[in-house]
Protein backbone atom coordinates (compact mmCIF):
# COMPACT_ATOMS: atom_id res chain seq x y z
CA UNK A 1 0.00 0.00 0.00
CA UNK A 2 2.80 2.32 1.11
CA UNK A 3 4.93 1.26 -1.95
CA UNK A 4 1.91 1.78 -4.40
CA UNK A 5 1.24 5.86 -2.42
CA UNK A 6 5.39 6.78 -3.28
CA UNK A 7 4.78 5.42 -6.91
CA UNK A 8 1.38 7.13 -7.57
CA UNK A 9 3.37 10.50 -5.47
CA UNK A 10 6.18 9.99 -7.77
CA UNK A 11 3.78 9.99 -10.70
CA UNK A 12 2.36 12.93 -9.25
CA UNK A 13 5.11 15.19 -9.08
CA UNK A 14 5.67 15.22 -13.17
CA UNK A 15 2.49 17.30 -13.01
CA UNK A 16 2.91 21.08 -12.10
CA UNK A 17 0.88 21.83 -8.93
CA UNK A 18 -1.93 24.34 -9.31
CA UNK A 19 0.26 26.85 -7.15
CA UNK A 20 3.26 26.83 -5.81
CA UNK A 21 4.51 26.89 -2.90
CA UNK A 22 2.64 23.24 -2.93
CA UNK A 23 5.70 21.54 -4.75
CA UNK A 24 7.85 21.77 -1.80
CA UNK A 25 5.96 20.81 0.41
CA UNK A 26 4.96 17.92 -1.46
CA UNK A 27 8.68 17.34 -1.93
CA UNK A 28 9.42 16.64 1.54
CA UNK A 29 6.58 14.93 2.12
CA UNK A 30 7.75 12.38 -0.46
CA UNK A 31 11.09 12.30 0.80
CA UNK A 32 10.01 11.64 4.34
CA UNK A 33 7.74 8.90 2.97
CA UNK A 34 10.15 7.19 0.81
CA UNK A 35 12.58 6.59 3.29
CA UNK A 36 10.49 5.51 6.38
CA UNK A 37 8.85 3.04 3.59
CA UNK A 38 12.46 1.50 3.21
CA UNK A 39 13.80 1.85 6.74
CA UNK A 40 10.62 -0.14 7.37
CA UNK A 41 11.05 -2.83 5.05
CA UNK A 42 14.97 -3.15 6.32
CA UNK A 43 13.74 -3.60 9.85
CA UNK A 44 10.39 -5.59 9.05
CA UNK A 45 11.34 -8.05 6.69
CA UNK A 46 14.38 -9.69 8.49
CA UNK A 47 12.15 -9.49 11.79
CA UNK A 48 9.50 -11.67 9.80
CA UNK A 49 12.08 -13.84 8.54
CA UNK A 50 14.04 -14.79 12.28
CA UNK A 51 10.73 -15.09 13.55
CA UNK A 52 9.76 -17.98 11.76
CA UNK A 53 13.34 -19.46 10.90
CA UNK A 54 14.42 -19.06 14.60
CA UNK A 55 11.29 -19.94 16.27
CA UNK A 56 11.13 -22.45 19.35
CA UNK A 57 11.08 -26.01 18.62
CA UNK A 58 11.78 -28.25 21.32
CA UNK A 59 15.43 -29.53 22.07
CA UNK A 60 16.76 -27.10 19.60
CA UNK A 61 19.16 -23.83 20.99
CA UNK A 62 16.92 -24.46 24.43
CA UNK A 63 19.84 -22.23 25.92
CA UNK A 64 21.13 -19.58 23.41
CA UNK A 65 24.36 -18.48 21.99
CA UNK A 66 26.68 -15.85 25.16
CA UNK A 67 27.04 -13.45 21.88
CA UNK A 68 29.35 -10.10 22.88
CA UNK A 69 27.62 -7.76 20.29
CA UNK A 70 29.44 -6.57 17.31
CA UNK A 71 31.63 -3.52 17.02
CA UNK A 72 31.60 -3.09 13.25
CA UNK A 73 27.66 -3.43 13.26
CA UNK A 74 27.09 -0.62 16.55
CA UNK A 75 29.41 1.75 13.97
CA UNK A 76 27.50 0.88 11.09
CA UNK A 77 23.87 1.46 12.48
CA UNK A 78 24.88 4.76 14.33
CA UNK A 79 27.00 6.05 11.01
CA UNK A 80 24.17 5.87 8.71
CA UNK A 81 21.32 6.84 10.21
CA UNK A 82 23.15 9.75 11.53
CA UNK A 83 23.98 10.18 7.82
CA UNK A 84 20.26 10.25 7.36
CA UNK A 85 19.18 12.66 9.92
CA UNK A 86 21.83 15.10 8.79
CA UNK A 87 20.70 14.92 5.32
CA UNK A 88 16.80 15.45 6.44
CA UNK A 89 17.64 18.47 8.56
CA UNK A 90 19.48 20.11 5.14
CA UNK A 91 17.10 19.08 2.43
CA UNK A 92 13.94 19.96 4.83
CA UNK A 93 15.88 23.57 5.91
CA UNK A 94 16.61 24.35 2.48
CA UNK A 95 12.71 23.50 0.87
CA UNK A 96 11.31 25.28 3.86
CA UNK A 97 13.40 28.28 3.10
CA UNK A 98 12.33 28.23 -0.84
CA UNK A 99 8.95 28.08 0.49
CA UNK A 100 9.13 31.37 2.59
CA UNK A 101 11.02 33.31 0.91
CA UNK A 102 8.69 35.06 -1.50
CA UNK A 103 10.46 35.48 -5.48
CA UNK A 104 11.76 38.90 -5.57
CA UNK A 105 10.00 39.36 -8.67
CA UNK A 106 6.75 38.74 -6.38
CA UNK A 107 3.50 41.15 -6.62
CA UNK A 108 2.77 43.01 -3.36
CA UNK A 109 -0.77 43.28 -1.84
CA UNK A 110 -1.50 43.87 1.73
CA UNK A 111 -3.92 42.12 3.45
CA UNK A 112 -5.65 43.84 6.37
CA UNK A 113 -7.77 40.78 8.53
CA UNK A 114 -10.95 41.30 10.96
CA UNK A 115 -13.60 39.85 12.67
CA UNK A 116 -14.95 38.20 10.46
CA UNK A 117 -13.49 39.52 6.69
CA UNK A 118 -10.35 39.90 5.33
CA UNK A 119 -9.36 43.50 2.78
CA UNK A 120 -6.79 43.24 0.45
CA UNK A 121 -4.84 46.73 -0.58
CA UNK A 122 -3.37 46.81 -3.66
CA UNK A 123 -0.25 48.97 -4.66
CA UNK A 124 -2.48 51.44 -7.06
CA UNK A 125 -4.55 52.40 -3.66
CA UNK A 126 -7.37 49.79 -4.77
CA UNK A 127 -9.26 47.80 -2.25
CA UNK A 128 -11.29 44.91 -2.10
CA UNK A 129 -12.75 42.91 0.84
CA UNK A 130 -13.43 38.94 0.82
CA UNK A 131 -11.72 39.01 -3.10
CA UNK A 132 -8.23 38.90 -3.71
CA UNK A 133 -8.05 38.96 -7.82
CA UNK A 134 -4.33 38.01 -8.87
CA UNK A 135 -2.62 37.45 -12.24
CA UNK A 136 -1.69 33.57 -13.13
CA UNK A 137 1.92 32.47 -13.14
CA UNK A 138 2.77 35.68 -10.97
CA UNK A 139 4.42 34.96 -7.50
CA UNK A 140 2.42 36.90 -5.11
CA UNK A 141 3.60 38.60 -1.45
CA UNK A 142 1.30 39.34 1.06
CA UNK A 143 1.82 41.39 3.75
CA UNK A 144 -0.58 40.49 6.65
CA UNK A 145 -2.07 42.22 9.73
CA UNK A 146 -4.89 42.30 11.80
CA UNK A 147 -6.92 44.82 13.68
CA UNK A 148 -8.06 42.78 16.36
CA UNK A 149 -7.43 39.06 17.05
CA UNK A 150 -5.31 36.63 15.52
CA UNK A 151 -6.47 35.29 12.21
CA UNK A 152 -4.62 33.34 9.34
CA UNK A 153 -4.40 33.49 5.96
CA UNK A 154 -4.63 29.82 4.36
CA UNK A 155 -4.21 29.31 0.68
CA UNK A 156 -4.93 25.81 0.57
CA UNK A 157 -4.33 24.71 -3.27
CA UNK A 158 -0.85 26.49 -2.71
CA UNK A 159 -0.73 24.57 0.71
CA UNK A 160 0.62 27.52 2.76
CA UNK A 161 -0.59 30.04 5.26
CA UNK A 162 1.02 32.38 7.97
CA UNK A 163 -0.95 34.48 10.65
CA UNK A 164 -2.09 37.80 10.68
CA UNK A 165 -0.90 39.53 14.06
CA UNK A 166 -2.09 42.32 15.27
CA UNK A 167 0.79 44.93 15.90
CA UNK A 168 2.89 42.73 13.33
CA UNK A 169 3.51 42.71 9.42
CA UNK A 170 3.61 39.07 8.60
CA UNK A 171 4.28 37.76 5.00
CA UNK A 172 3.30 34.66 3.02
CA UNK A 173 4.05 34.06 -1.04
CA UNK A 174 2.31 31.91 -3.23
CA UNK A 175 1.77 31.59 -7.76
CA UNK A 176 -0.99 29.70 -9.15
CA UNK A 177 -0.44 28.20 -12.36
CA UNK A 178 -4.03 28.60 -13.92
CA UNK A 179 -7.20 30.53 -14.09
CA UNK A 180 -9.94 30.06 -11.96
CA UNK A 181 -11.89 30.74 -8.45
CA UNK A 182 -9.93 29.46 -5.26
CA UNK A 183 -11.00 29.59 -1.88
CA UNK A 184 -9.00 30.83 0.82
CA UNK A 185 -10.20 31.10 4.65
CA UNK A 186 -9.08 32.09 8.51
CA UNK A 187 -6.89 28.92 10.13
CA UNK A 188 -6.92 30.30 13.67
CA UNK A 189 -9.96 30.33 15.20
CA UNK A 190 -11.06 34.12 16.01
CA UNK A 191 -14.98 34.32 17.32
CA UNK A 192 -18.03 33.90 16.72
CA UNK A 193 -17.91 33.58 12.46
CA UNK A 194 -14.70 32.58 12.45
CA UNK A 195 -16.23 29.41 9.91
CA UNK A 196 -17.76 32.31 7.96
CA UNK A 197 -14.37 34.10 7.10
CA UNK A 198 -13.58 32.91 3.86
CA UNK A 199 -11.93 35.40 0.88
CA UNK A 200 -12.12 33.83 -3.12
CA UNK A 201 -9.23 34.04 -4.88
CA UNK A 202 -9.19 35.05 -8.12
CA UNK A 203 -6.68 34.20 -10.63
CA UNK A 204 -7.42 35.48 -14.21
CA UNK A 205 -5.08 36.16 -17.01
CA UNK A 206 -2.18 39.22 -16.97
CA UNK A 207 -4.26 41.24 -19.25
CA UNK A 208 -7.60 40.73 -17.27
CA UNK A 209 -5.90 41.43 -14.31
CA UNK A 210 -4.61 45.17 -15.82
CA UNK A 211 -7.97 45.74 -16.71
CA UNK A 212 -9.88 44.76 -13.36
CA UNK A 213 -7.15 46.66 -11.29
CA UNK A 214 -7.85 50.31 -13.49
CA UNK A 215 -11.69 49.67 -12.66
CA UNK A 216 -13.11 51.40 -9.46
CU1 LIG B 1 -10.20 34.96 11.55
Known amino acids: ?9 AAAEVIAPIAYPADRWDRI ?5 ALAVV ?7 PIIYFMVKYRYKEGENEI ?19 IIVIYLAFQSAA ?3 AQRTAPADSLLIRADAM ?12 STIGNLTIPVDQPIKLELT ?27 WFQFNETGEFISF ?26 WLKSS
Open 1 to 9: MQMLYVAAA
Open 29 to 33: FDIWI
Open 39 to 45: IYLIVAV
Open 64 to 82: GADEHGNMGLEILWTIIPT
Open 95 to 97: IYT
Open 115 to 126: MWAWQFDYPNGK
Open 146 to 172: SRDVIHSFYVPAAKTMEDAVPGRVTNL
Open 186 to 211: CREYCGTAHAYMNATINVVTQEEYDE
